[in-house]
């Protein structure tokens, strides 16, 4: 008798033939600037973050971080505190790999210290990805400097890794850069486009190079400006001015340096100039000494100009 009970569930869908939304899980590695904002940003279009960074002192700092950005938004008129919660409820931190199974996008947004350091690590980072999640779960990383096709060397499933770059560490940013690498499938780079259009980006597709558009745009436009101003030919200020007011930029290259950070502008330098060899992309003498002194921009208050706490600049730095 028992064999003939009809079930509601006869005339529904089954449990693997449900429609499934593409995108609910997101995981990414790393959470300093770059990666709250990518944090911020996705559990903004509703989806679940999930981040992992070395030691829970990390992750309380990273979330109150994000707090504060949000808290911004709302005394710019930008955000309701309701949205704030939400946001903020959809973003969980972890110390354990294994919390992201269930992901459909993992993204590495780690901060490196140097070419080999950065490679050496990126690809370590992206292996233990691929031990702890699904296998159709796409794994990309957030480097423009390196370069995805050999990142993902020593991995089993190199086909479903893709570069997927942020142009700035700012969450308003309109565009991506995506790279299809040497074994990337079609439909991995496909989704990823689809990720980012459902995350309000355009996407600009990139064909696989070191630097690949952005980052060899502005590394040698940064180098200049240091150039130009250590031979006196005009001030930090006029310099900056000449791009904002002249040519429409919203912000000039020293300006944008800072905003971007130092240290991040000297790690391409050499990246690139490992790579390509070429003197425009060999780092300003200026943009090391204010390395070495820590003084990486908005971040910690002192770069090419001196920074308030809440950002705003407040004049210029005469450490150089």
């Not at 370069?147 to 142009?167: G, M, P, Q, Y």
């Not at 459902?198 to 696989?208: A, C, D, M, N, T």
């Not at 060999?282 to 208050?301: C, D, I, Q, Y």
Request: charged share 30%; hydrophobic share 35%; glycine share 8%.
């Amino acid at each position: 008798m028992a064999d003939n009970i009809e079930r509601l569930e006869d005339y529904g869908l089954s449990k693997d033939s449900r429609p499934k939304t593409l995108f609910s899980r997101v995981g990414i590695v790393g959470a300093g600037s770059v990666g709250q904002n990518i944090a911020r940003m996705v559990s903004s279009r509703g989806l679940d973050v999930v981040f992992l960074e070395l030691s829970q002192q990390k992750i309380d700092k990273a979330f109150a971080d994000i707090a504060r950005e949000l808290d911004r938004m709302i005394e710019r008129w930008g955000m309701t505190n309701s949205e704030k919660l939400g946001i903020l409820s959809r973003i969980k931190g972890t110390t354990d790999y294994n919390d992201f199974s269930g992901c459909d996008l993992v993204i590495e947004a780690v901060k490196s210290t140097s070419r080999e350091h950065s490679h050496v690590i990126r690809a370590g980072i992206l292996k233990k990805i691929e031990q702890h999640v699904e296998r159709n779960t796409i794994i990309a990383t957030n480097s423009s400097t390196q370069v995805i096709t050999e990142l993902t060397a020593d991995l089993e499933h190199k086909d479903r890794c893709v570069s997927f770059h942020f142009l700035t560490p700012e969450a308003d940013a309109r565009i991506v850069e995506v790279v299809k690498g040497l074994y990337t499938s079609q439909d991995a780079y496909e989704n990823t486009v689809k990720f980012a259009n459902l995350i309000g980006k355009r996407v600009i597709p990139v064909k696989e190079s070191p630097g690949i558009i952005s980052t060899r745009l502005i590394v040698p436009f940064i180098n200049e400006a240091c150039e130009i101003l250590m031979e006196g030919v005009g001030s930090m200020e006029d310099i900056d001015t000449t791009m904002k007011v002249g040519f429409g930029l919203p912000l000039g290259p020293f300006e944008m340096a800072d905003k971007i950070g130092l240290d991040k502008i000297l790690r391409w330098c050499e990246n690139l100039y490992d790579e390509f060899g070429d003197l425009k992309y060999k780092s300003s003498p200026l943009l090391k000494k204010l390395v070495r002194a820590n003084h990486f921009g908005r971040r910690t208050g002192r770069g090419f100009y001196e920074y308030s706490k809440d950002g705003v600049k407040i004049n210029r730095n005469d450490f150089f």
